[in-house]
């Protein structure tokens, strides 16, 4: 494993993540976050595959392990399983969606592989994203974009700020973000997503009417960096939902780490291939 960027690097991010809030603070009287200068750690601590429920987001609309399948992790001494969603316990869900996840279910407790984005060396589209775990997120904030960069295969996400979405977005892995400050708070706002992935740590399938909200923001004595999605999909959930995923500071550089490189027919989805622009 290769050294990808220095601590050179990690300063200048934060020097424009410095920069940044002072534009901004100039221009509204705000005061943004400062994400950058450090990496950001899933604490994956939370039930419904990694999620927290939200205040007023019935937690039923998260799913859960069937109890029939308990979930066993890797780490334990124990042979690992795959989540394996409760179908009866989720009422939020369109019966279409539950379809094709007792299909999945039904070869996953067969035996089957459970495709998951890392496993796949795949992107996770979003809220996936959010559910990263295992390596850092880190963050470049500029002026007029904001980058997120997840340490695993380095999975780039851009955020225009204060900008419109597009007029016709072609759909893609992580759709269009355009975003703004909201005081101590980075509020990123997705569409134009394509079908490829799926929308949790159990499977869910969605449609390209997917839309996210997410409102990231530091809590505990600058400790915490806590993001609260809003999912709404009107051809999949009968209404939105927001869960909440938290992230600890973590002081490490970035590494470079290729997830395809060398995984020939990784499990059973073959090998990524780049081979057209995905828009």
Not at 203 to 225: F, G, M, N, Q
């Amino acid at each position: 494993m290769t050294t990808f960027t220095s601590r050179s690097m990690l300063l200048l991010s934060g020097a424009l993540s410095l920069l940044a809030s002072a534009s901004s603070a100039q221009v509204a009287g705000q005061s943004p976050p400062n994400l950058g200068a450090n990496g950001w750690l899933n604490q994956g601590t939370f039930g419904g595959g990694g999620l927290l429920p939200a205040p007023g987001s019935p937690p039923q609309f998260l799913f859960h392990q069937d109890p029939a399948h308990p979930f066993v992790p890797n780490g334990t001494g124990r042979q690992p399983t795959y989540r394996v969603a409760d179908l009866d316990a989720n009422p939020n869900v369109k019966q279409w969606a539950k379809d094709v996840m007792k299909k999945d279910n039904d070869e996953v407790i067969a035996g089957k592989m459970a495709k998951t984005s890392r496993q796949s060396c795949e992107p996770a589209g979003m809220p996936g994203y959010d559910m990263y775990g295992f390596q850092p997120i880190y963050f470049l904030q500029e002026p007029k974009k904001v980058t997120l960069i997840f340490t695993g295969d380095h999975q780039v996400r851009h955020v225009y700020l204060d900008v419109p979405h597009s007029a016709n977005v072609k759909p893609s892995w992580y759709g269009e973000s355009v975003g703004h400050y909201e005081a101590d708070t980075l509020v990123i706002d997705t569409i134009g997503f394509n079908t490829k992935f799926f929308v949790d740590n159990y499977r869910t399938p969605h449609t390209e009417k997917l839309h996210v909200v997410e409102r990231w923001r530091i809590i505990e004595a600058d400790s915490i960096l806590e993001v609260r999605f809003t999912v709404d999909d009107p051809d999949t959930y009968n209404q939105p939902w927001t869960a909440i995923q938290r992230f600890r500071r973590v002081p490490t550089p970035m590494d470079e780490q290729v997830c395809a490189e060398g995984n020939f027919l990784l499990f059973d989805y073959g090998l990524p291939k780049a081979d057209k622009a995905d828009f």
